[in-house]
C-alpha cells in the first residue's frame, strides 16, 4: 500500500523533492562522519549483514551511527558529533542514557556477584514497590517484554482452559509468535514477512481492529479467548489513541466472556509513574512492563490479579509435574533488582514524569505549529511523553489507517535530514521520547530541525 510508486507524491510532497532530500542529506551524512564511515560503512566485521543484531539496519542512515558514548539524552558518535537523542534506545533508556541513580546502582552490585538463581535483598524491595505502583497484588520477573508477553499468555491458556487468544491489527508485543497476525482487507492472514513460519497463525488468534467495539463483541461472543492482549494505546504502527470508552468496553465485555485482559504497557509507560492504567483507571488481569523498567537493563516485569493468582495456583497443584515452558535463566538476577530499584525509587518519580509531560506538551505544540505553518497535511499523536509526527491527516482510529498513515521513503529522508541537524529520533515511525534528562533547549532544536527540513520539502 504504502510503497505504491505510482503516486506521484506521499503525504503531500513530491516524490522528486523527497528522493533529492534523501540523496543530499546522505551524502552529507556520509562527509560527516569519516572515522564511521571507515570503519564500519560497509558494515561491521565478522556480523551477518554488517550489523551485530538485524534491526540495526533499518535506521534510513547511509550506515548505522557508531556510538562512542551516550548521556542523559545525547549520544556521541566516534567522529564525535553529538545528537539529541529523542529515540532513547526505542523507548529501553526512556529516563535517559545511564540515569545517574542507575549507574551508581549498577557500580554497587558489579562486586557482588551478577547473577545468583536466587533473589537478593533489593527483591525484597522490590514486591512491594511493584504492588504500589501498578496496583497489582502478585509479580514475577523476566528479561525481556517478550518474553513476559509469552509467560502471560501461557497463564491465562492454562487457566481458562482455552486456546485462543485475540491481539488488534497494528500490534506488536514483541517476537510472540502467537501475536504475528494481521488483517490484510478485513481477512485475517499471518503478518507478512515472517521468516520460516509455517504455521497458520490466526487458527488460534483473532485479530479485529482497535477501536471497533462491535468486533470486540463479535470476537468474543463464543467464549473460546483465553485473553485478549492489548496496548493502551496501538504505537507500534503510527499512534492511535483510544476512543473514549473504549477501555470501558472492552473490559466490559472481556468480563462477560470470561477473556482475561493483559495490558502491555512497555511504551504507554510513558504517560506516568504508575503507566496508562493508573491514570485512566484501567482494570487488568495481567500488566507487563519491560524495555525502561531497570533503566536501560534487560529487565520486565508481568504482574497479575488476586482471582488470576489464586486460580493459577489452582492450576499448579492439579497440573501434571513437569516444565512449565516459563523462565529464562537470568531472569530475576540481582544486576536487574538492583538497577530495577533505584529506577522505580529514584527516576520514576512523580517530579521526573510532570517535567517529561510539560516538554512533550512543548514539543507537541512546536511541531504541529509547523505543520500548520506550511499547511502539511500531517499531524501529531502523544501519550504522555512519547510524541509522534505522522505524515497524514489525523487523528487514526485503527491499524487498517495507521498502515496508510506510514510513509517510509519520505519519513527516510526527513530522519537523515533531522540527523544531520542535530537530532535523533526513533527508525521506526517517526517516533519522539522526552526523558528526565531531556532539556528545553534540546525540545527547541528538535522544534527548529524540523521547521527547516519542513520548508525544504514544502518549498
Ligand atoms: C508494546 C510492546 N510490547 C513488547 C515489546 C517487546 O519488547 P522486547 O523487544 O524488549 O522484548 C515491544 C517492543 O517494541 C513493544 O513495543
Excluded at 534506545?89 to 526512556?94: I, L, P, Q, V, Y
Excluded at 536501560?296 to 504482574?303: E, F, I, K, L, T
Excluded at 525509587?345 to 505549529?369: I, Q
Aim: glycine share 10%; net charge neutral; hydrophobic share 40%.
Amino acid at each position: 500500500m504504502h510503497s505504491d510508486t505510482s503516486k506521484t507524491s506521499i503525504g503531500g510532497i513530491g516524490r522528486d523533492r523527497i528522493a533529492e532530500l534523501r540523496e543530499t542529506e546522505g551524502a552529507a551524512f556520509r562527509k560527516a562522519r569519516p572515522q564511521s564511515q571507515a570503519r564500519a560503512g560497509n558494515g561491521l566485521p565478522g556480523f551477518f549483514g554488517g550489523v551485530p543484531m538485524h534491526w540495526m539496519n533499518d535506521w534510513p542512515t547511509p550506515f548505522p551511527i557508531l556510538v562512542d558514548s551516550a548521556k542523559g539524552a545525547t549520544i556521541t558518535d566516534i567522529d564525535g558529533i553529538r545528537l539529541d537523542d529523542f529515540c532513547l534506545g526505542d523507548t529501553g533508556s526512556m529516563f535517559g542514557h545511564s540515569p545517574p541513580p542507575v549507574a551508581r546502582a549498577i557500580r554497587r552490585q558489579a562486586g557482588r556477584g551478577l547473577t545468583y538463581m536466587l533473589p537478593s535483598e533489593d527483591a525484597l524491595a522490590i514486591g512491594p514497590l511493584l504492588q504500589q505502583r501498578f496496583g497489582l497484588p502478585f509479580w514475577q520477573i523476566a528479561t525481556t517484554a517478550t518474553d513476559a508477553n509469552r509467560f502471560v499468555l501461557r497463564v491465562a491458556r492454562a487457566i481458562t482452559g482455552r486456546e485462543k487468544i485475540l491481539v488488534f491489527n497494528g500490534c506488536y508485543h514483541g517476537s510472540v509468535d502467537e501475536t504475528m497476525v494481521r488483517l490484510i482487507d478485513g481477512k485475517p492472514v499471518n503478518r507478512p514477512g515472517l521468516a520460516g513460519e509455517f504455521r497458520d497463525l490466526t487458527r488460534t488468534a483473532k485479530v479485529i481492529e482497535f477501536n471497533d467495539v462491535s468486533a470486540l463483541e463479535a470476537a468474543l461472543r463464543d467464549k473460546d479467548v483465553a485473553c485478549v492482549i492489548a496496548e493502551p494505546v496501538l504505537t507500534n504502527s503510527c499512534m492511535v489513541l483510544a476512543d473514549p470508552g473504549f477501555h470501558d468496553a472492552l473490559r466490559k465485555l472481556t468480563r462477560q466472556a470470561g477473556t482475561l485482559l493483559l495490558i502491555d504497557e512497555t511504551h504507554t509507560i510513558s504517560t506516568g509513574p504508575g503507566g496508562y492504567t493508573r491514570k485512566y483507571g484501567l482494570e487488568p488481569d495481567f500488566f507487563v512492563l519491560g524495555k525502561p523498567i531497570a533503566g536501560g537493563v534487560p529487565a520486565s516485569v508481568w504482574g497479575m490479579s488476586d482471582d488470576v493468582a489464586s486460580r493459577y495456583a489452582d492450576y499448579n497443584r492439579t497440573k501434571e509435574p513437569g516444565y512449565s515452558g516459563m523462565g529464562t535463566t537470568l531472569s530475576a538476577n540481582p544486576l536487574q533488582f538492583a538497577a530495577m530499584r533505584a529506577t522505580l525509587e529514584e527516576v520514576m518519580t512523580e517530579g521526573n514524569y510532570d517535567r517529561m509531560d510539560h516538554l512533550a506538551r512543548r514539543l507537541d505544540a512546536g511541531l504541529t505549529g509547523v505543520i500548520d505553518r506550511y499547511r502539511l497535511p500531517w499531524h501529531v499523536s502523544r501519550v504522555g511523553a512519547r510524541v509522534e509526527f505522522i505524515c497524514a491527516p489525523g487523528p487514526l482510529r485503527n491499524g487498517a489507517e495507521a498502515e496508510l498513515a506510514h510513509a517510509p521513503e519520505l519519513e527516510a529522508a526527513i530522519h537523515v535530514a533531522l540527523v544531520n541537524r542535530g537530532v535523533l529520533i526513533a527508525p521506526f515511525h517517526n517516533m519522539m521520547l522526552i526523558s528526565p534528562a531531556t532539556s528545553g533547549a534540546q525540545v527547541n532544536r528538535l522544534i527548529t530541525a524540523f521547521g527547516a527540513v519542513a520548508a525544504k520539502l514544502a518549498a
